[in-house]
């Protein structure tokens, strides 16, 4: 059923080669994905065919431009368990998700002295945000720790949330560590504490089936550059109550039902928090990504994933003087960061690419969780649809190479 | 490309630096990080009444590129005037290396440099 070259072939890139010779061994989809034909020719098509702004013009293009955009906009909201697609606010990224959620909704309902909660697991786009407002509005923020084995620390989460925060955010799945955190458990219990629950979901709506209504939670947000689609769209989710208490965030044309010379009064949801023309041609690309994941199904993605984590965890485990951070193999998603004796991984991905394989090093946008880990910086592999076991095989061939290069060859 | 950049000439003064340690006589001391990478250096340079830079080590951590880099330099350095070594440049450094870097990885070979400069002539911290 689920056959990996075929997959291969929608993409593109597989076709080129690296450094001159090198097959592509691109193990870094984590940062961002590769993306398929059927992307691209949604984005061309609209380009070439039916290409005009949208929500304004009364014209054939017009609508027709508008209606693929909304039409985006429905199939991203089933993809994720979502009924009412007024809920699917389109912003650029992950990151201006949660910023959006900072300002329209923090800066309206959060006050001095409040308290939110974060986990040590963030990426910095779900600490940043908060520690601005924090410094605007004089909040406290505490961090649920995590377990020697990267999970949760939920016996200390629970002691936490008897500060009564205002707010839980946290990640689904972990950018480094690649652990699969309790969304739904963790929301039920900071809902019972009378917390707002935010979850960046950069890492698992790529990777693994996500039902929003189903885990509860009040505000996700999600990139498109990280699930097959462009890069410059992302979406936040809001629960209806929420959006429409919100104070608007940027201010222009779209987000507004009607200005004066005194006054303006604000759009409807979600098209209050769509200030300006929108990213339309990557609207459309982002829901001909979500067909394509769904003709594949996330579940058979998944699964195929976690195939691939596994056999990769088991193979560097058996590499001398190489340390992997995180769970174990079945506790994670498609993730494997990790040490190797004392070399800088920045050299390690720099010898690894020159054999074609792209891996990323450094703190992958976590600097607290590597000085909580008391690690420097780490090398890390991602895997994703289009990834096999030979992936894993010039992977481990391509880390002995360092180690020879490198006069670690205790092999 | 990997065995330009990890030539043997580099690997050697990774492995095998002869510039590192801490002196205890200082008149110019620096340290600056990379906090991108962790790269990390620390110089200490003893600068004679002449102007003439007579010993200089470093200690820290990092990156082969870095680390090399830093050592490479300090050979390069050491015996010469002040004022001579104020106009090494990036190039000056990249030719002393003699390879070729991407964007991100000059930033480490380009830390000691900024490191050296900031410790004789008191250049400020950048902030990153
Ligand atoms: C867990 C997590 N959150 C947020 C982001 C930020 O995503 P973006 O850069 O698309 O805003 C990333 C990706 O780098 C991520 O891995």
């Known amino acids: ?411 | 490309m990997m065995d330009d950049l990890y030539r043997e000439m580099i690997l050697e003064h990774y492995k095998n630096p002869i510039h590192k340690g801490e002196l205890e006589e200082i008149n110019h001391s620096f340290e600056d990080e990379n906090p991108l990478c962790g790269d990390f250096i620390h110089m200490d340079l003893e600068v004679d009444e002449n102007g003439i830079i007579t010993n200089a080590v470093f200690s820290g951590h990092g990156c082969a590129i870095s680390q090399a880099s830093a050592d490479i330099l300090l050979e390069d350095i050491i015996g010469k005037k002040v004022e001579e070594v104020q106009h090494f440049d990036s190039q000056y450094v990249i030719d002393l290396l003699g390879i070729e870097l991407g964007p991100v990885r000059l930033k480490c070979a380009l830390l000691p440099l900024k490191v050296m400069k900031a410790a004789l002539y008191g250049i400020e911290k950048e902030e990153e």
């Open chain 1, 1 to 411: 059923m689920f056959d990996v070259s075929t997959i291969r072939d929608d993409f593109p890139i597989f076709n080129r080669k690296i450094h001159g010779n090198k097959r592509l061994v691109y193990l870094d989809s984590a940062a961002s994905s590769q993306k398929p034909q059927q992307v691209l020719d949604a984005m061309d098509r609209l380009y070439t065919h039916d290409y005009a702004n949208i929500h304004r013009g009364i014209h054939e293009l017009a609508e027709e431009a508008t209606a693929q955009f909304e039409d985006a906009r429905n199939r991203i909201a089933d993809f994720i368990g979502v009924q009412d697609s007024t809920e699917i606010v389109f912003t650029r990224n992950t990151t201006e998700s949660i910023n959006l959620v900072a300002h329209a909704w923090g800066r309206k309902y959060l006050n001095p002295g409040d308290h939110i909660l974060l986990t040590e697991m963030e990426h910095h786009s779900n600490l940043v945000p908060w520690y601005m407002l924090a410094q605007e509005k004089g909040l406290t923020i505490d961090f649920i720790p995590i377990t020697a084995d990267g999970l949760l620390n939920m016996d200390q989460f629970n002691i936490l949330l008897n500060k009564q925060p205002k707010l839980v955010s946290f990640t689904h799945v972990s950018n480094v560590l690649g652990t699969i955190n309790p969304v739904a458990e963790i929301t039920a219990l900071s809902h019972q504490a009378g917390a707002v629950v935010l979850v960046d979901g950069a890492q698992s709506v790529p990777h693994l089936p996500v039902d929003i209504e189903h885990l509860g939670v009040d505000f996700y947000a999600f990139s498109a550059h990280k699930m097959c689609g462009p890069t410059g769209i992302g979406i936040l989710y809001g629960k209806r109550v929420l959006l429409e208490g919100m104070n608007p965030f940027l201010g222009g044309g779209d987000m507004i039902k009607k200005v004066t010379f005194e006054d303006f009064s604000v759009n409807e949801i979600p098209y209050k928090f769509e200030a300006g023309t929108s990213a339309i041609a990557e609207a459309i690309g982002f829901g001909a990504a979500v067909d394509y994941l769904n003709a594949i199904g996330m579940q058979a993605i998944h699964d195929h994933e976690k195939e691939v984590t596994k056999y990769a965890y088991e193979q560097l485990a058996t590499i001398p003087g190489l340390q992997m951070m995180g769970p174990a193999a079945d506790q994670r998603g498609g993730v494997i960061s990790f040490e190797l004796d004392d070399i800088h991984p920045h050299d390690i991905a720099q010898i690894l690419d020159a054999q074609g394989i792209a891996v990323r090093a450094g703190h992958h946008c976590a600097m607290p969780l590597h000085q909580r880990l008391k690690v420097q910086a780490s090398t890390r592999v991602s895997f994703y649809l289009y990834n096999t076991s030979e992936d894993v095989d010039d992977l481990v061939k391509g880390i002995y190479k360092v180690k020879e290069i490198f006069g670690r060859g205790d092999v």
